[in-house]
């Protein structure tokens, strides 16, 4: 009995694997069509009694699709390191540990490669075991797929609203337009939301938005804006970002 239990243990821990290197493999071409997090919203709003709405709104759309003034201003909001590290910023981990040791209020350090991995392929949680995995499959993503296409896959699946999933549904919930028509003040209210968008209004921002719209255009600009996205294409890794993140402080 014990060598079957572990025989069908392992059996299901091998499936677990290839699933898991098949969707990494798969979604490294193919459009994302939901998430957890997606399902999880969706089912809330059809199960709670005071949901004024239960349509979600996704569209997937191409990096062609959007315009470059929202991958830049994720950048600058969310992970200044994108292009140089290799899944997880270790100094904002070690600074975060430190903050939240002696504060209640918790600071995360997640990369946007942390959060594709968990937003992706995992659930919302803190537990270690659903950590370990978020570790795990933000190594494989690393490996697997080019540091565009982890941003392409993060502008799409990012919450920007009740229900609102993606640059594409935002653009168009919040502005009535497409990603494509984007201005350097849209998409910089689009990414600071981005720590609560529930609460947080793009379309209707509130001051302390504002604050966060203009702080993150003034860091857009210590990236020379759009053009610093050719790091993902033809030029190398100026290793300058973190410089550039305390002169706003």
């Known amino acids: 009995?014990?060598?079957?239990?572990?025989?069908?243990?392992?059996?299901?821990?091998?499936?677990?694997?290839?699933?898991?290197?098949?969707?990494?493999?798969?979604?490294?071409?193919?459009?994302?069509?939901f998430t957890p997090l997606m399902v999880i919203r969706s089912i809330e709003a059809i199960t709670s009694p005071s949901a004024q709405n239960s349509k979600l709104r996704y569209d997937w759309a191409s990096?062609?699709?959007?315009?470059?003034?929202?991958?830049?201003?994720?950048?600058?909001?969310?992970?200044?390191?994108?292009?140089?590290?290799n899944g997880f910023d270790f100094?904002?981990?070690?600074?975060?540990?430190?903050?939240?040791?002696?504060?209640?209020?918790?600071?995360?350090?997640?990369t946007i490669s942390q959060q594709v991995a968990k937003n992706v392929f995992l659930w919302p949680g803190r537990s270690w075991i659903r950590k370990g995995l978020e570790v795990g499959f933000t190594v494989l993503i690393e490996a697997f797929w080019p540091k565009k296409r982890i941003l392409e896959v993060y502008m799409n699946i990012a919450e920007l609203g009740p229900l609102v999933f993606g640059a594409e549904a935002a653009a168009q919930y919040?502005?009535?337009?497409?990603?494509?028509?984007?201005?350097?003040?849209?998409?910089?209210?689009?990414?600071?939301?981005?720590?609560?968008?529930?609460?947080?209004?793009?379309?209707?921002p509130s001051g302390y938005v504002l604050r966060r719209k203009a702080h993150i255009q003034r860091q857009v600009g210590f990236f020379n804006g759009p053009e610093y996205l050719k790091v993902f294409t033809n030029k190398p890794v100026e290793k300058t970002t973190r410089k550039k993140r305390k002169k706003d402080s």
């Not at 990096?63 to 590290?85: G, K, M, R, T, V």
């Open 91 to 110: 100094e904002a981990i070690e600074k975060a540990i430190e903050h939240n040791q002696r504060s209640k209020r918790q600071r995360g350090a997640s």
């Open 174 to 204: 919040h502005f009535g337009k497409s990603a494509k028509q984007l201005n350097g003040g849209e998409a910089a209210l689009l990414a600071a939301v981005l720590p609560n968008p529930i609460k947080m209004n793009a379309g209707k």
């Open 1 to 33: 009995m014990i060598r079957r239990i572990l025989r069908w243990t392992l059996r299901l821990l091998m499936g677990v694997v290839i699933l898991s290197l098949a969707g990494v493999f798969f979604y490294r071409w193919i459009p994302i069509p």
């Open 63 to 85: 990096w062609e699709e959007i315009s470059l003034q929202f991958p830049i201003a994720i950048i600058a909001s969310e992970d200044q390191l994108f292009a140089e590290h």
